[in-house]
């Protein structure tokens, strides 16, 4: 199939990439890595010996991050529709996370463990229509919140990827009913013209 103008000019853009090139050079499976790392940097996420779970976690540049951070201890639990090579010191789940079963899986393997962080990253494929592309966005988001809210410790935190448009300010407004403190991130390694913007809840409220 030829190549478009669009889908050239994002091939270019993907081989420049000054983070794309960072994370082939230091052995990492996706730009995103250093998203999580300019995040938890500043917030201080990721703690050794706790249970993590990486929603939408496929190529593993979340969980990789995590992994490494952790230095071998706590679990770090990925889920994710398409498949993943292996990470060591991760465990997978290939399942859609809007499927009840495939959220049975997830609870079994977590044994009752209660988890100190929930990483969502998850975002459909796109179809090019705004509304119903929001409207998924959103939906995703969601059911990451309402997993947190069941399986997050109360001191954890939940680290979400969001697009700003319809249903942003409602959820916000769902984060903020649900933990202490709320704060949005846009760390350098996203791209300027991308609406993607992260938030983070710390502290679940009684």
């Given at each position: ?73 706590g679990r770090v639990i990925a889920l994710d529709l398409l498949e993943m090579e292996p990470l060591h010191g991760v465990s997978f789940i290939q399942g859609d996370f ?105 502290g679940l409220k009684c």
């Amino acid at each position: 199939m030829k190549r478009t103008r669009t889908s050239n000019a994002w091939l270019r853009e993907h081989v420049n990439d000054p983070f794309v090139q960072r994370a082939k050079a230091e052995g990492y499976r996706s730009r995103a890595s250093f998203k999580l790392m300019e995040i938890d940097d500043k917030d201080k996420l990721i703690r050794p010996g706790e249970a993590v779970v990486d929603l939408g976690a496929t190529p593993g540049g979340w969980s990789q991050v995590v992994a490494k951070r952790m230095n071998g201890t706590g679990r770090v639990i990925a889920l994710d529709l398409l498949e993943m090579e292996p990470l060591h010191g991760v465990s997978f789940i290939q399942g859609d996370f809007r499927e009840e079963s495939v959220l049975l899986r997830l609870e079994a393997l977590l044994a009752g463990e209660k988890v100190a962080l929930v990483l969502s990253d998850m975002a459909p494929n796109m179809s090019g229509i705004s509304v119903s592309d929001q409207a998924r966005i959103m939906n995703l988001a969601e059911l990451g919140l309402d997993f947190s809210r069941h399986w997050l410790k109360p001191d954890g935190a939940f680290l979400v990827k969001v697009f700003q448009g319809h249903g942003f300010s409602d959820f916000m407004q769902e984060m903020k009913n649900t933990f202490k403190k709320v704060s949005s991130r846009k760390p350098d390694s996203s791209r300027d013209r991308s609406p993607e913007v992260y938030l983070l809840g710390k502290g679940l409220k009684c």
